[in-house]
């Protein structure tokens, strides 16, 4: 069996949230938004701010969000991808705004794994339940729901390399639970750069394939709206 590159402990991947409410911004739920935004670093200048950069979906304008806090730079790196929960100063949503920052949490960030899939019968044994799949910009964005455990699991958006040099490559999305035990489903987000598929002189498009454990084998395609290489 072909092993993928990213293995890694799942409970790293999990969703466990790290406040950074300021202390003079109360908490408001009913304002507040979540979205995944790439982390750009901490303004150094006017008391240090954190900045994000929010893309809505598809090759829509990237929005500047500035924090009203700064946040642990060690903790959240520069350029990673984060799921963020915030309060937007103008009550508006996907336009360049002020925010107040509610909690930042790190979620799994990767680039397109090229394997060969008739290799990884993961794909086959383990399914997933997907709750959101779009693309942003030169990302692909996932929500989904993966088996709780505690052994090394690997998770990745792998392309099939028969297909590469298609107009439309095949990718899937992959999971190895190497335990055979069930246990309890845990949301997770992931965050994965298709720009080495993306940006290739021959894709138009690609499509994804999915091991849904309600939806069996489905397939999501996205096809390209400008010839434009995606940053």
Sequence with gaps: MTKLRNLFFITVFAITMTACLSDDEPS???KSMYDIVTFKGNLESNNNHAVFQYQKD????TNTLLGNIAINSDVYKENSRVLLNYIPESGTHNIDDNISIIRVTNIYNDTVEINNISKI???ENNPIELYAL???GKYINIQCGLEYTIEPAAFALVVDEVTINNEIPD???????ESGRETYIKPYYASIDISNIWNRQSCKGI????NDKYYDKASYEFKKTTLIPIN
């Design 171 to 177: 990718l899937y999305i992959v999971y190895d639970k």
């Design 121 to 123: 019968p993961d794909w």
């Design 58 to 61: 598809g090759d829509s304008r």
């Design 207 to 210: 499509r994804i394939h999915v």
């Design 134 to 136: 779009w693309r942003a």
């Design 28 to 30: 408001n739920d009913d």
